[in-house]
């Protein structure tokens, strides 16, 4: 049967990268005889363009219907002016929440090629191997009331809601101890209990749901604290598990210690595993058109959907040795260039995991 697979490109870099990536894809479907079927949509900045919302009905109905979804990313200062509701950004926490991707997985794992480009020293960051697990559709993402009001002497003011119910922290917490059963079998997650009660109730259900998993070791840490570990140990994690907007943070911070967010993938999974996969970047309007963006992460989220949805874990771990054997060749992008390696374009890097595949 074929496996349908939504490509959104998006905006900024977003049409680079995602052409590499596809390349890629159709590479090992004709390798394989896969029977991948791709179509491509509108989200962000590209869709307001052409239909005046950043997420189409027609987008929405094909991503309901299709089996994955790959995505480049949205946004950019042009679409900054525009109102609130129907900014780039909307369109993609509006298919996160109608399509229930509740479990974002944020792998940063450095690849021993890159640990120069890493900020941090090589011995803080050599085999480092994180797996963040954010909660996608909560939290003060999500939380109601929210807005911009005046108050009675004139005074603007804004507000919004964190909140998290017991189901949504068990949902994201099974995900996260299931994980870390294939992993190292330590959780650790993520709060300001001191401070905030949503964050208090989170603790006392990962305490609770723990329980169902003796052999995982679970600690709790309060997110100021995570962000320093994160830069001054941060081989001492193994699974991290956090809310929506902490995640956002952390992970940013996480994907920068392998070198280049330009490397990371992520997976953002439904409760029967339904996924979209894009990567950790954002569209970088900067970069964007200039041939310089770094396609990896793009085509390391293809080889995640591969292995999640689809079943295809050896087909991933071929994509995943090319884009390595892509690195001990000394080709790299700007952002992860450092002396005595070759620089090479966006097209160039993502041919080469192509030819890498095809040798
Ligand atoms: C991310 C991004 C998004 C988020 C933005 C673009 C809405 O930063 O995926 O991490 O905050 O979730
Ligand atoms: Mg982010």
Redo the contacts with the bound molecule.
Sequence with gaps: MSKKILVLPGDGIGPEIMAQAVQVLNTVNEQHSLDLEIEEALIGGAAIDADGVPLPDSTLEVARNSDAILLGA??GPKWEPLDRAIRP?KG??KIRSELELFGNLRPAMLYPQLASASSLKPEVVSGLDILIVRELTGGI?FGQPRGIRTLENGERQGYNTYVYSESEIERIGRLAFDLAMKRDKRVCSVDKCNVLEVTELWREVMERISQEYPEVELSHMYVDNAAMQLVRAPKQFDVMVTGNMFG?IL??AAAMLTGSIGMLPSASLDKNGKGMY?P?H?SAPDIAGQGIANPLATILSAAMMLRYSFGLGEVADQIEKAVSQVLDKGYRTPDIYTEGTEKVSTEAMGQAVVDALNA
């Design positions: 949205v946004g950004e993609l926490l993402y956002d992970s940013d894009e950790c954002g």
